[in-house]
T-cell receptor, first 112, second 114 residues
């Protein structure tokens, strides 16, 4: 079964608000990555956080990782209509295959 | 090329026909992945290549699905005797070797089986 379960499944906010998406996973990981997918397009890598890191920033993105709870969150601050997309977390199992396992994603809608 | 290229971008076929989907990864990326994404769903791992060999093909759903890679470059995903449940977007991604690598995705091949 796939690891990485995002919640909420869908999120609708107004422009300017912050959006928080959560991801849980089941086994020990080397790192966790977040990707974005615009409708009908391929995925684009946003940010990677390593298992020994707790927080990472990139522009308006903030990612946290809690390995004790096997969870991560992605915060998008001051959202824009252009942030409308699906967001996925992904990870590789520590000591396991090289495959990157994706969650089911959170569909974010930012209303202008 | 500059990015991962997939073809065809759209394919409509009749049930029972065979289809081939092609992926051209970024030059120098030795790792290549195939995923399937059904409408409104997440990504389902199919197979991973390191060079021309496939250390992990655990996600291939049945023996109707096969994939190969040649020259540590182009990969082809073949679906034989297609079924309606095979309808999905098939995404290819490539990366540099190593467990920390980010994946670079193509735009996908949308397969519709009538």
């Amino acid at each position: 079964s796939q690891q990485g379960e995002e919640d909420p499944q869908a999120l609708s906010i107004q422009e300017g608000e912050n959006a928080t998406m959560n991801c849980s996973y089941k086994t020990s990981i080397n790192n966790l990555q977040w990707y974005r997918q615009n409708s009908g397009r391929g995925l684009v890598h946003l940010i990677l956080i390593r298992s020994n890191e707790r927080e990472k920033h990139s522009g308006r993105l903030r990612v946290t990782l809690d390995t004790s709870k096997k969870s991560s969150s992605l915060l998008i601050t001051a959202s824009r209509a252009a942030d409308t997309a699906s967001y996925f977390c992904a990870n590789r199992t520590q000591g396991g295959s090289e495959k990157l396992v994706f969650g089911k994603g959170t569909k974010l809608t930012v209303n202008p | 090329g500059a990015g991962v290229s997939q073809s065809p971008s759209n394919k409509v076929t009749e049930k029972g026909k065979d289809v081939e989907l092609r992926c051209d990864p970024i030059s120098g990326h030795t790792a290549l992945y195939w995923y399937r994404q059904r409408l409104g769903q997440g990504l389902e791992f199919l197979i991973y290549f390191q060079g021309n060999s496939a250390p992990d093909k655990s996600g291939l759903p049945s023996d109707r699905f096969s994939a190969e890679r040649t020259g540590e470059s182009v990969s082809t995903l073949t679906i034989q005797r297609t079924q309606q449940e095979d309808s999905a977007v098939y995404l290819c991604a490539s990366s540099l070797p190593g467990r920390a690598g980010e994946l670079f995705f193509g735009e996908g091949s949308r397969l519709t089986v009538l």
